[in-house]
């Protein structure tokens, strides 16, 4: 992925960016960001450039990939990618562009569906000339070449390339910019939030994935984390967590996580658990007593969105295709002794069906929310003390498209 900004794509951000002092502001004196952010295709190629290409994208979890050998193919912003576990246990990112004429490994004969179980073998071949490459990259076989360039000479300097992967809470992140600093550190009060969940033993449902959904990637992290609409659009859905109950917490420099948390009417309440509110599995076993009472509302941006809850966890990642359109895969997460609850299948379907309702109620308003912001008139403001993650999340976004477009003036 192309990290230099193109003169064209640079003055146009700039221009949209001209205005956004009060972007960041408390919230309660604090502005929209223009909307053209939202809706401008050379701002998405900006994006592109200041964004996707430098930060770190969680594109999966651990147990996605439980066994040696198993392998999760994917395409992020263009780049064919696989996140495997090799055959030692170790989990470990690499291209799939194969490195004889580039033709993607997971194409045409080897294609996936995106809600299909992972993969699982000893080695990645590419389909259109066969040459193989093992769990760790290396280059396995290259039929017929021993006339040019034996497999011998080829294995020297011919392998897929590695792309930087962490590990954080059973999170796997990657990042295309060999440059970029550790993840960790940016996620403490995260990292402080999750000490007791066991994120990386929980169990991973099938995984489900929506395409071509008709909204900015940044319009849904924005809906997902603020609560003021949720009395309103999910009237009926969302009363165990009401919007009266959330709470509030600083965003500061170098934060890579903007988060807060929504009390629940009571301990035995769960979010879409069941028709009456309660909860139907066994809650996540180590959680602090504050925990028990709450629900986690997260995103790391760009990619990933989490609502951490006393029974399970659901992960949203969102995956900008373009400026108004993303493509969403979600996974949810149960501790075992949940999963091993007889009629477990039964509650999970009923939770789905739940779950459904307040995601067609979302996708509706989100849709007419970017409709919305293609108008002359869409406004920037004023903003309810609810919806405080929205300067926050602006504060995350503006850090990180000044500091592109400073770059490119040095």
């Keep these: 992925m192309d990290t230099v900004l193109d003169g064209k794509i640079r003055a146009r951000a700039a221009e949209i960016l001209l205005d956004v002092e009060r972007c960041t502001d408390p919230v309660q004196s604090a502005q929209l960001l223009p909307r053209q952010v939202y809706t401008s295709q050379d701002f998405f190629e ?17 147990n996605e990939i439980p066994n040696p050998g198993d392998q999760l193919p994917m395409t992020i912003f263009d780049e064919p990618i696989v996140v495997l576990r090799d055959l030692s246990g170790e989990i470990r990112t690499l291209s799939t562009v194969c490195q004889h004429r580039g033709h993607p490994i997971f194409d045409g004969l080897n294609a996936r569906d995106a809600e299909a179980p992972c993969l699982n073998g000893t080695k990645l071949v590419c389909p259109y000339h066969n040459w193989a490459f093992g769990l760790d990259g290396k280059l396995v076989a290259a039929p017929q070449m021993t006339e040019t360039v034996p497999l011998k000479d080829l294995r020297r300097f011919v392998r897929l390339p590695a792309v930087r992967t962490e590990i954080f809470h059973g999170l796997v992140f990657v990042n295309f910019d060999p440059d970029a600093r550790p993840l960790a550190p940016t996620l403490a009060k995260l990292d402080a939030e999750l000490a007791t969940f066991g994120l990386d033993e929980l169990v991973p449902m099938p995984a489900s994935m929506r395409r071509d959904l008709p909204w900015n990637w940044k ?3 924005d809906n997902a984390l603020e609560p003021y609409h949720t009395a309103f659009v999910h009237k009926g859905v969302h009363e165990s967590a009401p919007s009266r109950l959330a709470e509030f917490g600083e965003f500061d420099p170098g934060d890579g996580q903007i988060m807060h948390p929504t009390y629940l009417v009571s301990e035995e309440a769960s979010l879409g658990d069941a028709a009456d509110g309660r909860r139907r599995t066994p809650g996540i076993p180590g959680l602090t007593e504050e925990q028990r009472k709450r629900v986690m509302f997260a995103s790391v941006p760009p990619l990933i969105f989490g609502i951490f809850q006393p029974t399970f966890v659901s992960l949203s990642f969102v995956l900008p295709t373009s400026a108004r359109t993303i493509d969403l895969r979600r996974v949810n997460l ?3 002794s949940a999963v091993e609850v007889p009629g477990f299948e039964e509650i999970y379907a009923e939770q789905l069906k739940r779950k459904a309702v307040a995601i067609e109620q979302d996708a509706v308003t989100t849709e007419a929310l970017q409709r919305g912001y293609e108008s002359r008139f869409a406004p920037r403001g004023p903003l309810a003390k609810l919806e405080t993650t929205i300067p926050q999340m602006n504060a995350w976004l503006l850090t990180r498209y000044q500091a592109a477009l400073g770059a490119t003036d040095g």
């Design 46 to 62: 900006f994006e592109k450039q200041a964004i996707f290409a430098r930060e770190w994208l969680c594109v999966a979890h651990v």
């Design 219 to 221: 319009i849904h992290h």
């Design 334 to 336: 149960y501790p075992k």
